[in-house]
């Protein structure tokens, strides 16, 4: 009798493991991605939230870290039309490609799978809400300069919901096209001068905020919490869907701030999409079913925390200094932060272009 029970708490215990390990951290199928861009973002830029914020970045709270390679197929040196579409569809493409292949053939997005199987799907930016990063989830066109015809593309589209600058794109156009009017009549809910409150937006509607100007302030002109409330409203809202949601937000600054070689552009736009990323993981734990993504689609700049130089050529290695060797891309290989259901599968090393298809893997979309 003794022995049966021994036998029978054996198989319990071993029971018990089976079930708590069926499903350790990073391992699983999720519901919903959460894909966050930092535009030019490199190691040293993810590194200056470290030394430029008193409080610990949210970076510190992920787990599961890649790398990746972000060359494009025209350029060692990508651009942030193909790294975009590389994220976005799987495939390298040329510097300035939209959506599309090296023979400027359409090739199917994430965002676009994602809706076809009945899945809610959003797109945040502080950019023109048609400038390349986020173009490249809804739209196809063979050079990132076409803003018209990306914008008429997003009007027609199917994506849930849309926040970032740009509407001057949808009204003033050579065509005398009004894609707001458009919109309107599509009854598409829509702001342009600040975003909508939750209640405001019915379920399963779609919802667009097209800031009047051609992009967001920066965040040293007083943006505020602009990426912070619009990526929350997003998340409210696409939430809803119970079979599950895809949600693009891009840092779109902290890559035009590397541009002007200004350090402090650059930190607090670092810092301000560092925010939204501990906003995602609070979403993403509360949760349970969603992945989240940070990486960037190449660095910008040359960025570096150099020491500071003083009298007869020494340094201080006590003082920090932002510092840059380009005003324009670089090719260093680019950190990818995961959490959450197949947080696990982004480790390692592999070309931009995995982004796509592990996130495929994983969600069996
Ligand atoms: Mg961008
Ligand atoms: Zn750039």
Not at 90 to 117: C, F, Q, R, W
Not at 124 to 148: D, K, L, N, Q, W
Request: hydrophobic share 35%.
């Amino acid at each position: 009798m003794i022995k049966y029970f021994k036998a029978c708490f054996l198989c319990c215990a071993l029971l018990f493991i089976a079930i708590s390990c069926s499903n350790p951290e990073g391992e699983g199928t999720p519901k919903n991605v959460i894909l966050l861009i930092g535009d030019g973002m490199g190691l040293t830029q993810v590194s200056s939230s470290f030394y430029y914020s008193d409080a610990t970045p949210n970076f510190s709270r992920f787990k599961h870290i890649g790398l990746i390679n972000t060359s494009a197929s025209s350029h060692k040196i990508t651009d942030s039309a193909a790294g975009a579409t590389a994220f976005a569809s799987g495939k390298k493409s040329y510097n300035g490609a939209v959506g599309v292949n090296s023979d400027t053939v359409s090739i199917p997005t994430i965002l676009e799978i994602a809706e076809k199987i009945g899945r809610s799907t959003g797109v945040v930016a502080t950019s023109s809400i048609t400038h390349a990063t986020p173009a490249c989830f809804y739209s196809h066109v063979r050079s990132r300069g076409m803003h018209e015809e990306i914008a008429r593309q997003l009007s027609v589209s199917d994506v849930d919901y849309a926040a970032g600058a740009g509407l001057p794109f949808f009204t003033n156009r050579d065509d005398g096209a009004n894609y707001y009017d458009s919109l309107s009549l599509r009854d598409v809910i829509l702001d342009t001068t600040s975003l909508a409150t939750f209640d405001e937006i019915c379920e399963g509607c779609q919802y667009m905020y097209l800031d009047t100007a051609g992009s967001m302030p920066r965040m040293l002109d007083g943006r505020g919490d602009f990426l912070s409330d619009a990526t929350k409203l997003g998340l409210d809202h696409l939430s809803r869907d119970e079979e599950g949601f895809f949600l693009m937000v891009e840092g779109s600054q902290i890559d035009w701030g590397g541009h002007a070689n200004d350090a402090e552009y650059l930190t607090t736009e670092l810092l301000d999409f560092d925010k939204v990323i501990g906003l995602v993981l609070d979403f993403a734990e509360r949760d349970g079913n969603t992945l989240v993504i940070v990486t960037a689609d190449h660095e910008t700049g040359g960025f570096a925390l150099s020491s500071t130089p003083m009298e007869e050529g020494w340094s201080d290695y006590n003082k920090v200094t932002g510092t840059f060797s380009t005003g324009g891309h670089t090719t260093t290989l680019i950190p990818v932060f995961a959490f959450g259901p197949g947080a696990s599968r982004f480790n390692g090393i592999y070309e931009n272009t995995e982004i796509f298809h592990k996130m495929l893997e994983t969600t069996g979309w």
